[in-house]
């Protein structure tokens, strides 16, 4: 089973010197936050999109927007759990257990910070561009030659996860860049990491926690952790528990973009006035929500009230996982809990989450605005790397030479092995915006110059 005492760990990944700067008041935790909102990846989501279109006349969510909300809410149950757990085990008093809540914030701040553009449709995109796209016949490459591609390299691109494309942007050593990568906690890194396993074991969806690249990365902070193995082959580790904070980022995510999607879509006139009040009121018994409907009787903006009932909605949802986390720790810190805290949440708040799925997948995830993002994105990023591998895989064609000019010296393009091009390739990709990567899409096909 594994042990708080161990699993909140301070230890800097990438760095030996534990000593903190003169005058440091900051935990380590709140200087992983601090570290993470003050940077250009964490700034770059302004212009990345969540699910609308990036906003016009109406402001929606774009990724860094719903990054801060997730953050908010994952601090405030971070705090609760961590407050929850030392009433029961006061020995924990006196443990980096109390910097829970800054842990979970700094997770939430960080967990989408490896999506490519153009969201979920960015990530379709680059997997079939592999599977079904230009780059498929890539595969008779894969050889144990070690110049050429591995079969658990091609694995990572054909089921190309922001996950894990996120664990890779906070460790990872960029050319010219520092050793481990933004140098974070242990128990930061870890509580990002949703799917502790590799693409290998992403089966029934391409959801996993880290590439081929960085595995030792994760094996070295799941030792370190005392993160629980459950799986091995070969006697080699290759599926672990979850880090129980990150039952606590994925309940803060969950959280922020079914109640926040709904939103959206009332402010975009996809649901009305009373089709959003019902949802958001059905998470609460029929007498509570009459007083709630009560007491904003007499305010005429609808807008204000729908904001209102959101809020009580959120705050209803953040204290029942709470108590599903607090009353399931055994569990757990065993390894062995089942589904998200949201599949444990009361019936009440169930039913009422459960229909916001459904009318978001049904009104929201299917409406024109979100397609033609769909269509968009596949095209511009199915452009941008067949051209860009097509370069690295032949740099001394004149175009070629033009193209990889274009690419940040961080990024390994020329480097001896083609796995490796071929990821430095989606590590450009993934960290444009969606503006960046429109831009140079028309400069590539002569759509628009630059002013002169």
Known sequence: MMNWRTLISSKRFGKTDQHKPLEERRTEF??????????AAFRRMQNK???FPLPGSVFVHNRLTHSLEVSSVGRSLGTDVSRELIARHPELADTEVTGMGAIVSAACLAHDMGNPPFGHSGERAIRTFFTEGGGSPLAQHITADAHKLSQQEWLDFTRFDGNANTFRLLT?????RRRGGFVMTYATLASVVKYPFGAERAVAKPKFGFFEAERLTYLNIAQELGIECLETENGAPVRFARHPLVYLVEAADDICYEIMDIEDAHKLRLLSDEQTTELFLG?????EAWKLREAYSHETDTDDQIVYFRSCVINALERACVRCFVEHEAEILGGCFKGSLIDHLPAQLLSAYRRCEKVAATRIYRCKEVTDVDLAGYRIIYTLLELFTDAVLSPDKAYSQLLLAQVPPQYETGHERMGNRIMAVLDYLSGMTDVYALD???KINGHSLPMV
């Open 30 to 39: 709140q200087r992983d936050y601090d570290r993470l909102i003050f940077s």
């Open 49 to 51: 999109t969540q699910v």
């Open 172 to 176: 990872h050593h960029f050319n010219g």
């Open 283 to 287: 998470f609460f018994a029929p007498e």
């Open 440 to 442: 140079l899409y028309r």
